[in-house]
């Protein structure tokens, strides 16, 4: 959708999801925050972001070209930001950079630029400054 709120209206979601703890709905809150991040990559960069599978073991959200790189990003809307899908990618192709997008505040460690949901907008200038400055 090109608006998360019409996307929540379609499918019928109270607003009162988003601010209960209700595991009912967490499968609902990933998906409309999955599609606020998309909506936010695409003006960003030049082709529209793509999704990996590995043979049923991972999956991750987003890929993206940026420069010479490909770049794979999680979305996570809890506050749990383990990532399986990402440490899989991340084994069998050793991107020098991997993004996750989630309620933690901004940090770049070990080749993962965490970016806060709200900053979804500066993704492209944050791996300018921080990612791609350090060496990544």
Known sequence: MLDVGLL????????QVFQA???LFS??????????ILQSLIPQFEKIPRYWVS????????????????????VKSEENVKSKSLAIYHQK?????????SMKNLQFRDGLLNIPLFLADETKKLIDVIAFESGA
Do not use: W
């Open 8 to 15: 929540q209206v379609m499918a019928g979601l109270d607003h």
């Open 93 to 101: 192709y050793s991107p020098p950079l991997r993004i996750r997008f």
């Open 27 to 36: 499968e609902f809150k990933c998906a409309l925050t999955e599609n606020y």
């Open 55 to 74: 043979e049923g073991k991972a999956e991750v959200d987003f890929l993206i070209q940026y420069k010479n790189q490909i770049i794979p990003i999680e």
């Open 21 to 23: 703890g209700n595991q």
